[in-house]
């Protein structure tokens, strides 16, 4: 077995991935015909996911949260998302979407909802994957709205609707602003987490912990720039869910193979990371993939990229019930995947 036939059959968890990320070209393609929506100029559907920097992403991102309309629509993009990931030995997905980007173009958030939570049905017994929603706030709408949407969220929720997010572009929308609607959340007993330091601040990833109460951070690179708060976030064993290959279009750490790069200096600070696929469908990219750059580019052994695995399962918002079981079903399938492995531990 090689290195990336062990690293696809890892037994792993998604705490930061999009669905509308996870919306293969073609996909797209076909959805935005069917709902009538003008796209950029391309030859192929793989076309349309061409883009310099997070601007130009978050545009195209916008244009996919058009094209998915209908409750066919969620249950395909999700199934389809959840094919993925079990394809990368995936078995516990936490899932980010983004409501307000459907609800503008007319769609109920019921409808939504139906959808995807059909499509978690069919794949729990498909493909014995579990799987969870947490709504996620467009941080560029403002504070107010950021309130009404946690409320329309309590409103909508099921049990598999676990938590809240705060994503789009950090520029000028700074965690600080959001603390009414994430107390709003914590009393809900809604979960907490929050994009930042991938192109903001270290300050945002503090703010986020401090002001917002987060429990985990996504991405938060910038987490290296200020020494102290990187040891504090190792002290504390806050997890950050970390995306390789999106270093490479949308934050200054752009080279996953120097020596300096986020990641590996956040793994060398004793930070506690998981390693996700974030927009897999847009970057070209499935989870395997991103644990075989770490291991590739980054130097990490197989026996601490298996260490990074077992971090998504604590990181998790499971009970504590479910998180016993399933720690010793997958410490036992990872230390067969590793016994005799003749790669560098």
Not at 26 to 55: N, W
Not at 147 to 169: K, S
């Amino acid at each position: 077995m090689d290195a990336a036939q062990l690293l696809r059959a890892l037994p792993k968890a998604e705490l930061h991935l999009h669905l509308e990320g996870a919306v293969e070209a073609a996909t797209f393609a076909e959805l935005a015909a069917k709902h009538r929506v003008d796209l950029p100029a391309h030859d192929e559907p793989g076309d349309l996911y061409d883009y310099a920097d997070l601007t130009e992403f978050l545009v195209v991102y916008s244009l996919v949260c058009a094209s998915v309309r209908d409750r066919d629509d969620f249950r395909r993009v999700t199934y389809e998302c959840l094919e993925r990931c079990a394809a990368s030995g995936v078995r516990y997905v936490e899932l980010f979407f983004s409501p307000e980007s459907h609800l503008e173009h007319g769609v109920a958030l019921p409808t939504m909802l139906d959808g995807i939570l059909a499509a978690f049905d069919d794949a729990e017994t498909d493909l014995g994957l579990v799987a969870r929603l947490v709504p996620a706030v467009n941080r560029e709408l403002g504070p107010a709205r950021a309130v009404e949407f946690v409320e329309l969220v309590q409103a909508h929720r099921t049990d598999r609707v676990i938590g809240i997010g705060l994503d789009f572009n950090e520029v000028g929308f700074p965690p600080e602003d959001y603390v009414e609607a994430f107390r709003l959340a914590r009393r809900y007993g809604l979960h907490r987490t929050s994009h930042a330091g991938e192109v903001g601040p270290a300050a945002n990833v503090r703010n986020g912990l401090d002001l917002l109460h987060c429990e985990r951070v996504d991405h938060g690179y910038h987490v290296v720039d200020d020494t102290e708060l990187l040891a504090v976030c190792a002290e504390r064993g806050v997890p950050f869910t970390v995306c390789p290959t999106t270093t490479t279009y949308t934050t200054v750490f752009r080279d996953l193979a120097a020596t300096d790069h986020a990641i590996r200096r956040m793994f060398d600070a004793g930070v506690t990371l998981t390693v996700n696929s974030d927009d897999p469908a847009m970057f070209g990219v499935d989870l395997t993939g991103e644990y075989l750059r770490l291991h590739e580019l980054q130097g990490f052994t197989l026996t601490e990229l298996a260490g990074l695995a077992a971090n998504g399962l604590e990181a998790a918002w499971l009970d504590d019930a479910t998180k016993d079981a399933w720690r010793a079903d997958w410490s036992a399938d990872t230390d067969r995947l590793l016994a005799g492995q003749e790669y560098d531990s």
